[in-house]
């Protein structure tokens, strides 16, 4: 891993300030979008959500998860039929088969538990660092950023990384960003992502992260 370079007393504070405006704005509650009844749901529910929105995974597997009520009758689905049923969420074909896949392998390897080790976690099929910090981060509530693009694209703003890579993204953002902050993060940014800094129209005028965004700060510069 990239060893990160040791932060200024002024970034660390500008860090800081980050961290009280999105605890002040956001609150410090834990919240989850994607609706499930425990961890396997969720893990389904993370792999549906891939270039898709929230709402449309919970429309969806509302009526999933009565037709499909345990990984049993997940891992014995037709793949045919149940492309048809998540065909809205797109990509339809791989999320169908890696369901598949990794409901057998859960019943299989790890006697129908959701594991919370992110290397057993990515080891199933359709299952990457994303979702597999989704999992951990809610169901097992180990501190865990979730990189997504709202994550990613945000950061930036921010600059709190220059990073492109989702993986580097995590690693250095749980470097600069202390650990119990790291769940609220994501819920924080992911809320402001579709609020406020929305990619394209950001509402810097309203934004309260505005005073310590190098990017809003530039688009004010570019107004005057």
Request: overall charge positive; aromatic content about 6%; charged content about 30%.
């Amino acid at each position: 891993m990239e060893k990160q370079k040791r932060m200024s007393k002024k970034e660390k504070e500008r860090i800081d300030r980050i961290v009280e405006i999105l605890n002040d704005t956001y609150t410090t509650e834990y919240k989850c979008y994607l609706n499930h009844d425990n961890a396997w749901q969720l893990l389904i529910a993370t792999m549906l959500s891939a270039q898709c929105t929230d709402e449309r995974v919970n429309i969806v597997t509302k009526d999933l998860f009565v037709k499909y009520p345990s990984l049993e009758a997940f891992a014995a689905a037709d793949v045919k039929e149940l492309e048809k049923d998540i065909y809205s969420t797109g990509f339809y074909k791989n999320k169908a088969k890696n369901i598949i896949g990794c409901a057998k392998k859960l019943i299989t390897m790890y006697g129908g538990e959701v594991p919370n080790d992110i290397d057993a976690l990515t080891s199933l099929d359709g299952v990457g660092r994303k979702t597999a910090n989704v999992i951990r981060g809610n169901i097992y509530h180990e501190p865990s950023i979730v990189v997504d693009t709202h994550v990613k694209r945000i950061s930036k703003l921010l600059g709190l990384t220059t990073q492109d890579d989702p993986v580097k993204i995590e690693l250095e953002l749980m470097d600069k960003l202390p650990r119990q902050q790291w769940i609220l993060y994501n819920i924080q940014i992911i809320t402001h992502g579709r609020n406020v800094c929305i990619a394209r129209r950001p509402k810097c005028n309203e934004c309260t992260l505005a005073q310590v965004c190098p990017s809003a700060k530039i688009e004010k510069e570019n107004k005057k």
